[in-house]
């Protein structure tokens, strides 16, 4: 079976709404400037996504989507359980909330959950310009352990503190956008997220910005400065480098965000294991109209020496433990 951790869908009306143009493609700017979206039909065409899963092979994808509002969350959540409900075999949907939103935002968290039948939760790497290590998130944590469900942290549109990739050209998709997952997934790791809620699981979208390739690095500094790696009271508890990688390997790490990536594959897999490596496309904003480069993708991951049950895990059945199907 093949699960894709990272397929994103928008309603109708909110597509609409955001801009979107029958027959077009549609680029979406910030107030700064910066290219944040596309928006073309397959956006939010159910049957446009059937058609290419079932020319790319894939069995069943995990709805997700971005937010601006907890009106849009309660759109997205109620369209997403509408869509499960007509296809359980082909779909499942990770709720939309408010992180910071207070009271209504945790009950409509709850709502899509208990009421609706979603099966995680889409956070961003950055959220209102905090960090996913702000104590301002902990009650949000705290909810989400309590029902029981993975956390989905995809991009931020346009992540603040990035100056440096502001330029002529589009830096701030291509580069800062996995800077910040990266970010985010050492300060789950880092900043106390785990060692209070140790039953959390993370998934962190695009390979989690490449992190395997400066893991080594943090733990070098982690090891050399010891507990003065921290500016006051260590946030994770001693032997640190030890804490840190045991917090590092309860996360899982969707495939997506790099098309036809396999020398991105060969680099995660450095670092985290296979078995907590989910697969993933990125549709429609990777692979756009190429159901076959999917399906490449698919193939080239299949032909990885890491044997049969370990490649079937990445592909499918580690995300049927992850969402107990």
């Known amino acids: 079976m093949i699960i894709d951790f990272e397929h994103h869908y928008t309603p109708y009306e909110i597509w609409k709404r955001r801009g979107g143009k029958s027959g077009q493609v549609v680029r979406l700017f910030s107030s700064e400037g910066k290219a944040i979206n596309t928006l073309g039909d397959a956006d939010h065409d159910v049957q446009t996504h059937l058609d290419t899963m079932d020319r790319a092979g894939i069995d069943m994808a995990v709805l997700s989507g971005s937010i601006d509002s907890l009106e849009e969350a309660r759109l997205f959540n109620d369209q997403y359980s ?3 409900e007509k296809y359980p075999k082909r779909f499942a949907g990770f709720a939309s909330t408010l992180p910071l939103g207070g009271k209504p935002a945790l009950d409509e968290l709850e709502r899509a959950i208990r009421g609706l039948g979603l099966k995680g939760v889409t956070i961003s790497s ?7 290590d702000s104590r301002d998130l902990w009650p949000f944590y705290e909810r989400v352990s309590k029902l029981g469900v993975p956390i989905f942290v995809h991009i931020s549109r346009a992540p603040e503190g990035f100056d440096a990739g502001k330029a002529p050209y589009d830096l701030n998709r291509s580069i800062v956008r996995e800077f910040a997952l990266a970010l985010a997934t050492s300060r789950i790791c880092l900043g106390g997220v785990l060692e209070d809620f140790p039953d959390l699981k993370f998934i962190v979208s695009h390979f989690g910005g490449g992190i395997s390739s400066v893991k080594e690095r943090l733990e070098r500094y982690i090891r050399y400065w010891d507990g003065s790696f921290w500016s006051g009271k260590p946030l994770i508890k001693a032997p640190f480098v030890e804490r840190f990688n045991e917090h590092f390997a309860k996360i899982y790490f969707n495939m997506a965000g790099r098309e036809i990536g396999m020398e991105t594959v060969k680099c995660a897999l450095t670092n985290i294991s296979p078995k907590r490596l989910v697969f993933g496309t990125d549709y429609p ?6 159901s076959a480069g999917i399906k490449t993708y698919i193939q080239k991951i299949k032909e ?3 044997g049969n049950e370990l490649i079937e895990g990445m592909l499918g059945t580690n995300g049927i433990r992850l969402l107990s199907l």
């Open 82 to 84: 509408r869509v499960a």
């Open 126 to 132: 950055q959220i209102d310009g905090a960090s996913l």
């Open 285 to 290: 904003l990777n692979f756009a109209d190429d």
């Open 304 to 306: 990885l020496d890491l």
